[in-house]
């Protein structure tokens, strides 16, 4: 059975130098599919090979003081056929952003029940500044989320995806994450929402920038 993320996304790293391809979460099966040949580049198709580690980073994986933190030395990969090199980001991890997706989520979960960017900061320990730039994002995003993720949904399961997400704005893009969530886990097997939003947005859920891993 394939891994939610081991199908990956690309996106331009935060320096801008190296294109990103989103992995699963496991150091380990990340080895795994690099040495077996899982792990295809997404600008030209051709396996990458493994090279080396980026740099150490760390990302916030809860709140409070002091924060819970993880360090991560991502994988480094060149592409077989173009050339391309590549940073093999864990899926718990987006684009340009210090805490991890699942944080974020439950901040946009937060959000859509009611709750302003002071309360929801509080809740999770991190800066107002912080939470309030993820709510502006997600909510110019919204549209961009919600039809992104309701395709793949019906790429997924047709069944389990159903019609289109109530609501509008940021609810039906929340909305349209859980739903592709349930869709994938039938065929994919259980696994968190925000990490496979990390998979399929490329690491861009919350960036403007970055190419989306389209459905078939």
Not at 35 to 56: E, F, K
Not at 116 to 122: D, H
Not at 133 to 153: E, M, Y
Not at 182 to 193: H, N, Q, V
């Amino acid at each position: 059975m394939r891994s939610w993320c081991s199908s990956g996304g690309s996106c331009w790293s935060d320096a801008g130098a190296l294109p990103l391809l989103i992995v699963d979460a496991e150091s380990e099966v990340v080895e795994r599919d690099l040495w077996a040949g899982r792990l295809a580049c997404p600008g030209c198709g051709s396996l990458v090979a493994p090279r080396g580690y980026a740099r150490w980073r760390a990302v916030r994986v809860a709140g409070g003081v002091p924060a819970e933190l993880v360090w991560l030395r991502p994988r480094r990969a060149r592409c077989r056929g173009c050339g391309a090199w590549h940073v093999l980001l864990p899926c718990i991890c987006l684009c340009r952003r210090r805490d991890a997706v699942e944080v974020i989520g439950r901040a946009l979960l937060m959000a859509v029940s009611g709750l302003g960017f002071r309360p929801i900061a509080a809740e999770l320990g991190v800066p107002e500044s912080t939470v309030r730039g993820w709510l502006r994002r997600a909510r110019s995003l919204a549209d961009v989320i919600r039809q992104h993720f309701t395709r793949w949904a019906f790429a997924l399961d047709p069944v389990v995806a159903g019609g289109s997400p109530a609501g509008s704005g940021l609810m039906a893009a929340v909305e349209a994450v859980g739903g592709c969530g349930r869709a994938a886990s039938l065929s994919l097997g259980r696994g968190s929402p925000w990490r496979l939003a990390s998979a399929l947005s490329g690491g861009g859920l919350l960036c403007t920038s970055c190419p989306w891993l389209q459905p078939p």
